[in-house]
């Protein structure tokens, strides 16, 4: 089954903000804030197209409107439900430069290694000057 995005807005928008609530004393923004229910969990979803479906069917079993014991509410989904829910706003929060930039992550980097040939020359050589050193066992 598809699900369009813009359908689940205010569910999502509630759930975000439960989960991930703004912080005035370190100056994390909410999720809302950070921009997930429209610019950045479409992104996670695109990226997480295997959970889409199961993230969709867990909000459609949410209120429409934020409930008075809101993560109660979710966490009456199951721990399944409340994983895949979690996870992908979580992940889709983290795609924010400027939360990762507050938190002083600075993302996944290439790293490159470049081997020491001369190093690894040498061990070889050693062992190619000593010989065969196999010995027949009767």
Known sequence: MTYNISDFQTRIAWVAD?????DSKSGMPSATEAGVPERLLPRALKERDDLASPFFLALSRLPATCPRAALDAIRALGADDFHTISFLI????????????????????????????DEIMEA????QARGSVYVDVP
Do not use: H
Request: without cysteine.
């Open 18 to 22: 439960t989960l991930i609530p703004s």
């Open 90 to 117: 979580a992940g889709a929060y983290f795609l924010d430069e400027t939360v990762n930039r507050k938190v002083r992550y600075p993302g996944q980097e290439a790293l490159y290694e470049t081997p020491d040939y």
């Open 124 to 127: 070889i050589e050693r062992v």
